[in-house]
C-alpha cells in the first residue's frame, strides 16, 4: 500500500522496549494483539481508511502491490543497469503458505548449493528457528548457520541436502533455494540458478564438468564476461562497508578499485608515485598530455567525459580503475582543491574509486588484489578451443604488449603511434619542434630526433609480440593536442626557446593551427599527405626496428594502418610512400620483411566505398569509436551533456560508445566487409574501436563474419570468452 516499513518497525521496537525484550519472538499472543492494533492505527494515518478485513480485497490489493512494483524506481534501475527492455511487466503467483514460526521444531532458510563467493562444493546459507522466510531476507532478525538446522532438525536436514543434489542435478548449475520446516516437516517453496561472483562462477563451471554434470559448451555459457572482469581488476574487500562514506557517483569508465591520495596534475601523480605513494588523479577532464599521471595513478576521476573519454579510454587499456563524467564534483586546480557534495577535498586526502560502480568514496578502503584462481586457466584454454574468432589487443608500449600477451592476445590490432611521444618532454619538445617548423628542412631535423624513439619502442613491441602480427597506426592526433594548455605568453615563450623561432613566428604558426573542430580536423592521413616526410620517418622507424629485432632470432609480421581515410586515393597517396620508404631501408639492410598495408575504416564515405579502398589495402580495421562519432554526429567528448537524458528516456536503449549501434554503425560495418571482400576476397577484417571487448559487441562482429577484434589488454580474456559465447 506503499506505506514505509519503518512506521511499523517502529511499533514493533517500542513495543519490545517497553516490555524489555531483545526478539520479537518472545513477544506473547497478548502482545501480538496490542501490536495488530497499533499496526492498524499506522495504517489508518496513512491511507485515511481503515485495513480492509475481507481476505478477497486483502489478496486483490496484494496482487496490484506486486503489478504496481514493476515501477517502482528501484526496479526501473534495475532494468536499466542490466539493460532488460521489451517486458511488460511481471507475473503474480498465488499459492498456499506454510509456516514456519509455528514454534521451535519449525523454521525457514535460503542456501546456496555452492559458496557463491568461493564456488566451494559446500552447502551455504542461513536459517532461523520458529521464523518466516521474510525475517531471513528482509534482515529483520540475525539469522544462524545452517549447522543449527543440522542439530535440532536432523531428519528435515537430510532431506534438505538429498534435495540439493536432486536439483542441482535437474538443473545442472548452482540454486538458489528457499525451504520452509513446519513442525519437522520440510516444504521447499522455490529455486533458481544462483546469482555468484566471478571467482565462484569459474570454480562452479570447471568442478560441473569435472562431475559430469555439464558439458564444455554449457560450462562457457554459464560464466558472464562480466565475471572476469572482476577476476582481472583489484576489487574491495567489502564493498557493503563504505556505503554510508559514498560522497558521489560518476560513469564506471575502467572497472577495479583504487585507493589512493588526492592530486591535481601530472607533474605531482607522477613526482608522489615516484616516492611510493598511491594517487589519484582527480581533473576537470584529461588530455594526451596527462597520460604520464594517469600511467602513475592508482586511479583518475574527472568531471567531464564519457565512456569512450580520454581518461576512460585509456585507463581501460592499462587496466586502471577509473570515474569519468562525475558532474557532482568541481575541480579547483589553482587551489588545488575538489568540492565534492558539501566536502572540500585537498590534495593529499584520501579517496577510494569503485571503477566498477562509478562510486567516489571518501577515505580509504581496504582492497584485496586480483583473484586469479587455478580454475581460470583450465576455462580460458575450453574457450580457446571452440571460439573462431581471432583476439587482438590494441596496445602502444612494449609492456602494454606483454600484458597483452599474457592475456591471450593473438597480436596487437592496434599501436597508437601519437601516444608514444607522450613517454617524456624530450619527445614532446622534438614533436613541437616538427608541428612548428615553417621549412622542410627544420621539419627532417625535428623528425631525425624522434626517429630514435620510435625505433626503440617498436623493437620492443615486436619483441614482446614475437611470431604474432602488429599492426601500427601511422599518426592521427588533432595537432593541437601537441600544444601545451594555460598561459598562451608562457607557451610562446617555451617554444620560442625550444625551437630557435622568434615568439612572433610562434604566434602566427599557433593561430594558423588553431581548429574550430580537431576532431574533424588535421589528423590522421591529411597529415601524412601534407608532410610525407612525417610518414617517411615512422615506416623507417618501424622497418629498421623490424629488420634489427629480425637479426636478434624474433619473428616480426608488421601490418602497416593507414588512419582515417575517406577516398581511395588518399590511402593511395600514402602507400606509395610506404612502399618507396621499405623498399629504401631494405636496400640499405640488404635484407627485407615481408609485411601488410591496410586502413582503418572510421569515415562513413569509406565504408560506402570499400570495395575501391579494397583494392589496394590488404587488411581493414574499423575503427568503430570515430565511426559512430561521424554516423551519429555526435562528439565522443561531449554526449555527457545530453546522452543521460536519452538513456533515461527511452531514445537511445543503451550509450552507443559503449555498446555497438548495431542498426545503423554496424550495417556500415557489415556493407564495408563484404564490398571489400567482393573486391579482394582474402581480405582481413577487423575492428580496433572499444567495442572490441564489449560482449555483445564481439557477438555482432562474429556473426558479421569478421575476422578479429582487437581491445585493450586487459579486456582481452572477455573478448575471447564472448567469442566463444557466440559459436556456442
Known sequence: MGIPHSLFEEKLGELKAAKGLNLDTNLTAADLKELVAQYKKVYIEAKGEQFPSDPRKQLYLAVLAVFNSWDSPRAIKYRSINQITGLKGTAVNVQCMVFGNMGSTSGTG?????????????????????????????????????????????????????????????????????????????????CRSGKRTGKGAVKIAVDLVNEGLVDISSAIKMVEPGHLDQLLHPQFEDPSSYKDKVIATGLPASPGAAVGQVVFNTEDAEAWHAQGKDVILVRTETSPEDVGGM?????????????????????????????????????????????????????????SLNGSTGEVIIGKQPLSPPALSGDLGAFM?????????????????????????????????LCRTEHMFFASDERIKAVRQM???????????????????????????????????VTIRLLDPPLHEFLPEGDIDEIVTQLASDTGMTEDEIFTRIEKLSEVNPMLGFRGCRLGISYPELTEMQVRAIFEAAISVNNQGFKVLPEIMVPLVGTPQELGHQMNVIRSTAEKVFSEAGFSISYKVGTMIEIPR?????????????????????????????????????????????????????????????????LATEKGRSARPDLKVGICGEHGGEPSSVAFFAEAGLDYVSCSPFRVPIARLAAAQVVV
Not at 169 to 177: E, N, Q, S, T
Not at 620 to 635: A, E, P
Request: proline residues 3%; aromatic residues 8%; hydrophobic residues 40%.
Open 295 to 351: 600511467h602513475a595513478a592508482a586511479g583518475i576521476l574527472t568531471a567531464r567525459g564519457g565512456m569512450t573519454s580520454h581518461a576512460a579510454v585509456v585507463a581501460r587499456g592499462w587496466g586502471k580503475c577509473c570515474v569519468s563524467g562525475c558532474s557532482d564534483i568541481r575541480v579547483n586546480d589553482a587551489e588545488k582543491v575538489v568540492i565534492i557534495a558539501d566536502q572540500t577535498i585537498q590534495e593529499g586526502d584520501w579517496l
Open 435 to 469: 608541428i612548428m617548423a615553417a621549412t622542410i628542412e627544420q621539419r627532417k631535423a625535428a623528425l631525425d630526433l624522434l626517429l630514435p624513439y620510435q625505433k626503440s619502442d617498436f623493437e620492443g613491441i615486436f619483441r614482446a609480440m614475437d611470431g604474432l602480427p
Open 110 to 190: 535460503v542456501l546456496f548449493t555452492r559458496n557463491p563467493s568461493t564456488g566451494e562444493k559446500k552447502l551455504y546459507g542461513e536459517f532461523l528457528i520458529n521464523a518466516q522466510g521474510e525475517d531471513v531476507v528482509a534482515g529483520i532478525r540475525t539469522p544462524e548457520d545452517l549447522d543449527t538446522m543440522k542439530q535440532c532438525m536432523p531428519g528435515a536436514y537430510e532431506e534438505l541436502v538429498e534435495n540439493c543434489n536432486i536439483l542441482e542435478k535437474h538443473y545442472r548449475d548452482m540454486m538458489d533455494i528457499e525451504f520452509t520446516v513446519q513442525e519437522n516437516r520440510l516444504w521447499m517453496l522455490q
Open 381 to 413: 584454454t575450453w574457450v580457446d578451443g571452440i571460439r573462431k574468432m581471432k583476439v587482438m589487443a590494441n596496445a602502444d608500449t612494449p609492456g602494454d604488449a606483454l600484458t597483452a600477451r599474457n592475456n591471450g592476445a593473438e597480436g596487437i590490432g
Open 606 to 670: 569509406a565504408a560506402l566505398v570499400a570495395d575501391e579502398i579494397a583494392e589496394q589495402a590488404e587488411f581493414f580495421s574499423f575503427g568503430t569509436n570515430d565511426l559512430t562519432q561521424m554516423t551519429f554526429g555526435y562528439s565522443r567528448d561531449d554526449v555527457g551533456k545530453f546522452l543521460p537524458i536519452y538513456l533515461s528516456k527511452g531514445i537511445l536503449q543503451s550509450d552507443p560508445f559503449e555498446v555497438l549501434d548495431q542498426k545503423g554503425v554496424g550495417q556500415l560495418i557489415k
